[in-house]
């Protein structure tokens, strides 16, 4: 009966959660005078996981606004904001990213009520009615849908206007500067210039921010001495690469941003391709002794973070939450 309703969060939940929820969804088969007490049941444990999976223990206690409020565990409020915020802290989002936290806190606040709903749900209930009963498995099924909105639509928020803030702190001078250091793939060539695409921020943690740039750059290749060139014996010419910055950048200072060469990855393929247009240019007659292009480098693989969503880690009842409108 519920079964359509669920398939948009499915997506959404790791393999064991999905698990729970369809095994919840089963208790409705059987008729039951606990049936509903045994979805609620099941229900809580899902949600439970699910915090659990978006804000890890070890990640929320190693916030720099984390405060301990009972027993050195996360409670179910500061789970949900680790998972909209991750390491970053009220001042830098009011004050940098000019997002008003009071709306959010309101809406958090409702969630992590709904959320203490199912903590009592079946406490000294027996045999709810059919009407009562399905009412109550159709506002679970849409608090989940609103679960995973309310954290998408609020970190989105965040992140956008923290990649706005890069845009500007990050430009193509900057870039530019370091490039002219970068050994492409020989001495003989020039940095002309560079052009940004897109600056996107990958993840966030509790210690870092990881950003990734992607971009190309413009490089004139030169065949041959100046003295070739003078005498026309040398070739000039031009190739633009893609290239990839992958950066962290502390939680604690988000706008500290420094790129260093070994953060560049430069795509140097391109220049191999037999296939391409361009009329590779003869050497043969060069009066001086043949040049042979370097081997690229390839030491600088893509910063891919150790963090990883679906690790589960023991479930560790949390203590609930009162309704709170400010945090």
């Given at each position: 009966?519920?079964?359509?309703?669920?398939?948009?969060?499915?997506?959404?939940?790791?393999?064991?959660?999905?698990?729970?929820?369809?095994?919840?969804?089963?208790?409705?088969?059987?008729?039951?005078?606990?049936?509903?007490?045994?979805?609620?049941?099941?229900?809580?444990?899902?949600?439970?996981?699910?915090?659990?999976r978006l804000a890890p223990n070890e990640a929320v206690l190693a916030c720099s606004w984390y405060v301990n409020e009972h027993d050195n565990k996360p409670t179910r409020r500061q789970r949900l904001l680790y998972a909209i915020k991750s390491g970053l802290e009220d001042e830098f989002i009011e004050s940098e990213l000019e997002i008003d936290l009071v709306p959010i806190a309101k809406r958090l606040g409702k969630v992590i009520s709904e959320l203490n709903k199912y903590t009592h749900f079946g406490d000294?209930?027996?045999?709810?009615?059919?009407?009562?009963?399905?009412?109550?498995?159709s506002e679970s099924i849409d608090f989940l849908l609103n679960f995973f909105s309310s954290i998408d639509e609020i970190r989105t928020q965040i992140v956008e206007s923290y990649e706005a803030l890069l845009n500007?702190?990050?430009?193509?001078?900057?870039?530019?500067?370091?490039?002219?250091?970068?050994?492409?793939?020989?001495?003989?060539?020039?940095?002309?210039g560079n052009t940004i695409d897109t600056i996107s921020v990958a993840d966030i943690d509790a210690h870092n921010i990881y950003i990734s740039v992607d971009g190309s750059v413009?490089?004139?290749?030169?065949?041959?001495?100046?003295?070739?060139?003078?005498?026309?014996?040398?070739?000039?010419?031009?190739?633009?690469y893609p290239f990839i910055i992958n950066i962290q950048?502390?939680?604690?200072?988000?706008?500290?941003?420094?790129i260093e060469t070994d953060d560049?990855?430069?795509?140097?393929?391109?220049?191999?391709?037999?296939?391409?247009?361009e009329e590779e240019p003869d050497e043969s007659d060069?009066?001086?002794?043949?040049?042979?292009?370097?081997?690229?480098?390839?030491?600088?693989e893509p910063y891919e973070p150790d963090y990883d969503d679906d690790d589960e880690e023991p479930y560790e009842p949390d203590e609930?939450?009162?309704p709170d409108y400010n945090y």
């Open positions: 009966m519920f079964e359509h309703k669920v398939v948009p969060i499915t997506t959404r939940l790791a393999p064991n959660e999905q698990k729970m929820l369809i095994s919840s969804l089963k208790s409705l088969d059987f008729e039951d005078d606990m049936k509903y007490n045994s979805f609620g049941h099941k229900f809580r444990e899902m949600m439970s996981k699910i915090l659990h000294g209930t027996f045999d709810v009615n059919k009407d009562v009963g399905e009412a109550f498995v500007k702190k990050i430009t193509e001078a900057t870039i530019n500067d370091v490039m002219q250091e970068i050994d492409i793939l020989a001495t003989h060539y020039t940095v002309d413009d490089v004139t290749h030169q065949y041959g001495s100046d003295g070739d060139l003078r005498r026309g014996d040398g070739v000039e010419f031009e190739k633009s950048v502390s939680v604690i200072d988000p706008l500290f941003i420094e560049i990855e430069v795509d140097t393929d391109k220049y191999y391709d037999n296939g391409s247009d060069y009066n001086e002794e043949s040049y042979e292009p370097d081997e690229p480098d390839y030491d600088d609930p939450d009162e």
